[in-house]
């Protein structure tokens, strides 16, 4: 036995108040890695953004085009080492009409090159490249709509009305986190050629790789005064930044969330405060023998932080034991297959099981310091209630 | 009974006109009025007096628990009245062994623990405590209890750990306040018995509080209080 060991062992004294406080806690502490993890999973696009590619749109905004011609000139700009294109279809599945996927009209050759982490069959990339109708499916796009190579699906557009007839060309996976594994992606001439003459040639945005990731910010600055003399200006930005964009539309869920991960440490407080100071409380007397004995007030403050702390850390534990089967392996997989386009990777960042541990552990100490306080201000007759 | 009887040995309790006033709102009650009191070494002497008498605020004094408001307190040759509390807790530690009416064994350590609880506070290796606790333990007859929990314990064997843990820490005094009242008869008279087996054997001095005559008896000298002032 000694000091740390004697703080630690009131946590079992009240066994049932001890589980429930646990269990509590470590409710609060599964709600709060599920939230961060839903905010970690949106954000993957960002954090995993490659360096090395920059996005090019109208000066605008995402939702005006630019003219097909301008992608020519980006690959003349110096610093730029290839450079592809796409367009938002916005297509649905007639049989699926409740799933959202992302449904890009892209150019296939330049988009595998600039995309090199798409990660796709010899065999599925040459039927790709070769039928002009075809189409490459994301995997968890793909079991999402139980599609296999080779079939035929008819997709009706919502930007580019009418009934649009692919064939499921090959299925791809994604090396990086930067790859979104739920999208639909076709060929761009399949759409143009279909396309009005007045609406042909144009197209969402560019993207492109550089050579050199630092300087990606003057390849930016050089493409946008390229084109500021012309009829339509463009505005570049890393591929992070163009995500960062995308992210600000669902800012109020994100804050509304963080929002909601506050209430929940705020809970985790006022469950550790409640048993700690009923705990303390009716240890008082205690803490006058042992102030008796000759304990400074130091020790009881020390004695009842530690106890705090051993608390915390018990249910920071428990709680991230559940978190992993239930956030991670349970739901985390229905969303993942579910709702791939908005949360393609839904799994517990190794920041957010140490923030959850960190937060437990440290709001457990901070609910104990009011109790801690007054127990070691007690004087050792007050403490004793010995005053006749 | 008042207090008189001289004593060869060096006081080991010397109170010099102690003052001890405490206020409740506006109202200032005064608990001791000028109380003076000397124990010899090696003394055996019982606090007797109704409820309210002062009888526990002149033990605490004694024990360095409280403060005097007025007067002089001196024990083990310490100053106590120029003491900060941080003095006092090491004097505490050092000088005094606590028995509590109602055994104040912590319930999460097991017997030997209990005893040993004083001694976390010294330089002593973990082995060295032990084995004074268990010293301590077989002088009170309870070494084959020594891993059990403070339920497992009858009430007369919680006080005798309590006893043991009094003595770990080899204190000049021993202060028990009200020692046997939550006890029988028959375990009652093994406390006493062991209390004078301490005062006798290891020459220990001891102050007891009681309310019990029977337990009073078995001290050598027995002051009685009333509102404040020997009887």
């Given at each position: 036995m000694n000091l740390a060991s004697l703080a630690t062992r009131n946590v079992g004294r009240n066994r049932f108040r001890t589980a429930l406080t646990l269990l509590g806690v470590a409710v609060a502490v599964?709600?709060?890695?599920?939230?961060?993890?839903?905010?970690?999973?949106?954000?993957?696009?960002?954090?995993?953004?490659?360096?090395?590619?920059?996005?090019?749109?109208?000066k605008v905004s995402f939702v005006m085009q630019l003219p097909r011609r301008y992608i020519d000139t980006v690959r003349q700009t110096p610093g730029v080492h290839s450079a592809t294109w796409a367009n938002w279809f916005g297509g649905k599945d007639p049989r699926n009409p409740r799933e959202f996927f992302p449904t890009l009209a892209v150019d296939p050759a330049s988009f595998l090159e600039v995309y090199d982490e798409v990660a796709v069959s010899p065999a599925d990339r040459e039927r790709w490249l070769a039928d002009r109708q075809g189409a490459i499916v994301g995997d968890q796009l793909a079991r999402l709509l139980r599609l296999r190579v080779g079939d035929t699906i008819t997709l009706s557009g919502t930007i580019y009305p009418g009934n649009w007839v692919f064939h499921v060309s090959g299925i791809y996976t994604a090396t990086r986190r930067s790859m979104d594994r739920s999208e639909f992606l076709f060929h761009w001439d399949y759409l143009n050629n279909a396309l009005p003459e007045r609406r042909r040639d144009q197209i969402?945005?560019?993207?492109?790789?550089?050579?050199?990731?630092?300087?990606?910010?003057?390849?930016?600055?050089?493409?946008?005064?390229?084109?500021?003399?012309?009829?339509?200006?463009?505005?570049?930005?890393?591929?992070?930044?163009?995500?960062?964009?995308?992210?600000?539309m669902m800012s109020g869920l994100l804050a509304a969330i963080n929002a909601i991960s506050g209430i929940i440490l705020l809970i985790l407080l006022m469950l550790f405060g409640n048993t700690m100071s009923m705990g303390v409380r009716e240890r008082t007397q205690e803490y006058g023998v042992l102030r008796a004995l000759?304990?400074?007030?130091?020790?009881?403050?020390?004695?009842?932080?530690?106890?705090?702390a051993a608390l915390g850390l018990a249910a920071g534990v428990l709680g991230l034991a559940l978190s992993y089967p239930l956030v991670q392996y349970g739901l985390g997989r229905w969303l993942e297959e579910n709702m791939g386009s908005m949360v393609p990777y839904f799994r517990i960042e190794t920041s957010t099981a140490a923030q959850a541990l960190g937060f437990s552990l440290l709001l457990g100490v901070a609910s104990a310091l009011i109790p801690a306080v007054r127990a070691s201000r007690l004087t050792v007759t007050d403490a004793l209630r010995r005053i006749d | 009974m008042s207090s008189t009887e001289e004593s060869a040995a060096a006081p080991m309790v010397e109170l010099t006109h102690v003052t001890k006033t405490f206020h409740r709102g506006a109202e200032t009650l005064t608990v001791l009025d000028g109380l003076s009191l000397s124990i010899a070494e090696g003394s055996f002497e019982a606090l007797m007096g109704p409820s309210g008498s002062g009888k526990s605020t002149l033990l605490n004094l004694v024990a360095g628990l409280d403060r005097a408001t007025s007067g002089k307190v001196r024990v083990a040759g310490q100053d106590l009245t120029a003491m900060t509390d941080g003095d006092l807790a090491a004097f505490r530690a050092r000088y005094i062994g606590f028995i509590f009416q109602s055994y104040n064994l912590m319930p999460v350590l097991t017997a030997l623990e209990n005893v040993e609880l004083p001694l976390l506070l010294t330089k002593l290796p973990s082995a060295d405590r032990k084995r004074r606790a268990a010293t301590a333990l077989r002088v009170v007859g309870l070494e084959d209890r020594a891993d059990h929990y403070p339920r497992q314990l009858s009430g007369g064997q919680e006080q005798r750990v309590a006893i043991a843990r009094a003595l770990v820490n080899d204190p000049k005094i021993i202060v028990a306040d009200e020692p046997t009242g939550d006890l029988d008869r028959k375990s009652a008279d093994q406390i006493l018995a062991l209390l004078e087996k301490l005062n006798k054997d290891f020459k220990k001095t001891v102050v007891m509080v009681t309310h019990d005559p029977e337990a009073a008896s078995h001290a050598r000298v027995t002051h009685h209080l009333n509102k404040g002032a020997f009887q």
């Amino acid at each position: 036995m000694n000091l740390a060991s004697l703080a630690t062992r009131n946590v079992g004294r009240n066994r049932f108040r001890t589980a429930l406080t646990l269990l509590g806690v470590a409710v609060a502490v599964v709600a709060f890695v599920m939230l961060r993890t839903v905010i970690s999973s949106m954000e993957v696009a960002v954090t995993h953004a490659a360096h090395d590619r920059i996005g090019i749109r109208h000066k605008v905004s995402f939702v005006m085009q630019l003219p097909r011609r301008y992608i020519d000139t980006v690959r003349q700009t110096p610093g730029v080492h290839s450079a592809t294109w796409a367009n938002w279809f916005g297509g649905k599945d007639p049989r699926n009409p409740r799933e959202f996927f992302p449904t890009l009209a892209v150019d296939p050759a330049s988009f595998l090159e600039v995309y090199d982490e798409v990660a796709v069959s010899p065999a599925d990339r040459e039927r790709w490249l070769a039928d002009r109708q075809g189409a490459i499916v994301g995997d968890q796009l793909a079991r999402l709509l139980r599609l296999r190579v080779g079939d035929t699906i008819t997709l009706s557009g919502t930007i580019y009305p009418g009934n649009w007839v692919f064939h499921v060309s090959g299925i791809y996976t994604a090396t990086r986190r930067s790859m979104d594994r739920s999208e639909f992606l076709f060929h761009w001439d399949y759409l143009n050629n279909a396309l009005p003459e007045r609406r042909r040639d144009q197209i969402g945005w560019i993207i492109a790789r550089v050579d050199d990731p630092s300087r990606a910010s003057g390849v930016s600055a050089a493409i946008d005064r390229t084109f500021d003399v012309q009829d339509i200006q463009t505005l570049s930005m890393s591929e992070r930044s163009m995500n960062l964009s995308f992210m600000g539309m669902m800012s109020g869920l994100l804050a509304a969330i963080n929002a909601i991960s506050g209430i929940i440490l705020l809970i985790l407080l006022m469950l550790f405060g409640n048993t700690m100071s009923m705990g303390v409380r009716e240890r008082t007397q205690e803490y006058g023998v042992l102030r008796a004995l000759g304990f400074l007030p130091k020790h009881i403050a020390g004695f009842i932080l530690g106890e705090a702390a051993a608390l915390g850390l018990a249910a920071g534990v428990l709680g991230l034991a559940l978190s992993y089967p239930l956030v991670q392996y349970g739901l985390g997989r229905w969303l993942e297959e579910n709702m791939g386009s908005m949360v393609p990777y839904f799994r517990i960042e190794t920041s957010t099981a140490a923030q959850a541990l960190g937060f437990s552990l440290l709001l457990g100490v901070a609910s104990a310091l009011i109790p801690a306080v007054r127990a070691s201000r007690l004087t050792v007759t007050d403490a004793l209630r010995r005053i006749d | 009974m008042s207090s008189t009887e001289e004593s060869a040995a060096a006081p080991m309790v010397e109170l010099t006109h102690v003052t001890k006033t405490f206020h409740r709102g506006a109202e200032t009650l005064t608990v001791l009025d000028g109380l003076s009191l000397s124990i010899a070494e090696g003394s055996f002497e019982a606090l007797m007096g109704p409820s309210g008498s002062g009888k526990s605020t002149l033990l605490n004094l004694v024990a360095g628990l409280d403060r005097a408001t007025s007067g002089k307190v001196r024990v083990a040759g310490q100053d106590l009245t120029a003491m900060t509390d941080g003095d006092l807790a090491a004097f505490r530690a050092r000088y005094i062994g606590f028995i509590f009416q109602s055994y104040n064994l912590m319930p999460v350590l097991t017997a030997l623990e209990n005893v040993e609880l004083p001694l976390l506070l010294t330089k002593l290796p973990s082995a060295d405590r032990k084995r004074r606790a268990a010293t301590a333990l077989r002088v009170v007859g309870l070494e084959d209890r020594a891993d059990h929990y403070p339920r497992q314990l009858s009430g007369g064997q919680e006080q005798r750990v309590a006893i043991a843990r009094a003595l770990v820490n080899d204190p000049k005094i021993i202060v028990a306040d009200e020692p046997t009242g939550d006890l029988d008869r028959k375990s009652a008279d093994q406390i006493l018995a062991l209390l004078e087996k301490l005062n006798k054997d290891f020459k220990k001095t001891v102050v007891m509080v009681t309310h019990d005559p029977e337990a009073a008896s078995h001290a050598r000298v027995t002051h009685h209080l009333n509102k404040g002032a020997f009887q």
